[in-house]
């Protein structure tokens, strides 16, 4: 397994946008002035749907500058090199979204509450592919390509929330609540089954099932849960968590 490159080792390894001056400038007056955070921000979120439309080897800086209404020369403003645009995507879309899906789970551990759990994480998923169906797009092609951004976004996001839930498994598996078995597997197959029926339904917009996404979060936690315990276990769980909503 290859290690994932460390942000200062890639800020040593930039590579230069294409200089301003090489590509077709687009005239100040023609270019509608935005102060410099807006306009930060505009290049993003523009640069988010050009490679969720067209992928990352598709894609040339000149597209993104062309989609937003500036030249190069703006684009090369705000990000010296590919890397930078790369990172500040993801800080744009981070926003401590990984440590405050932390904190809600370290909430459900101490409780021992499987189902709240499991629940926080599904709609934790479904509300982000639901809101960004383009970021996830993007991290799709990331994934494909073998992009860097595949692996920073695993680095800030996926590496914290994938070692919490594994020790949370080990946790309950010591304690005889959770079947025995390879607790990096039971992760995965925790998050493929929410984030493939997330991606399912907001990527790839597929019309079935046409369900509510509060039956659907109902019945992905359904399917994990039984996968994870007994069923006298899930039976256990599933009271509980029913009488504390009650309550």
Known sequence: MHATPTRAKIAREKTPLVKPHSAGKTPAASV???????????????????????????TKTKDIATAAGVSEAIVFRHFSSKED?????????????AEHLIEQLQHFSARRDDTGLIE???????????????????????????????????????LPIGDFLRRYIVLRQEEGAFRAYDPQMAVMMMMGTIVHFAM????????????????????????????????????????????????
Do not use: W
């Not at 099932?209 to 599933?238: H, Q, R």
């Open 120 to 158: 926080c994480i599904a709609r934790s998923a479904l509300k982000s592919f639901r809101q960004d169906p383009a970021f996830h797009r993007l991290l799709m092609y990331a994934r494909l390509e073998g992009h860097l951004l595949a692996g920073l976004f695993h680095e800030r996001f996926g």
């Open 32 to 58: 509608a002035r935005m102060p410099g955070e807006d306009r930060r921000r505009q290049l993003i979120d523009v640069a988010i749907q050009v490679f969720a439309r067209n992928g990352f080897a598709g």
């Open 200 to 247: 399912g339904r907001y990527v790839f917009q597929a019309k079935r099932p046409p369900v509510s996404e509060d039956v659907a979060v109902a019945d992905l936690v359904t399917f994990v849960i039984g996968g994870l315990t007994s069923n006298a276990a899930v039976c256990a769980s599933k009271a509980k968590y029913e009488k504390e909503k009650k309550s």
């Open 85 to 97: 645009l790369y990172h500040a995507i993801l800080d744009a879309k981070e926003d401590g979204s």
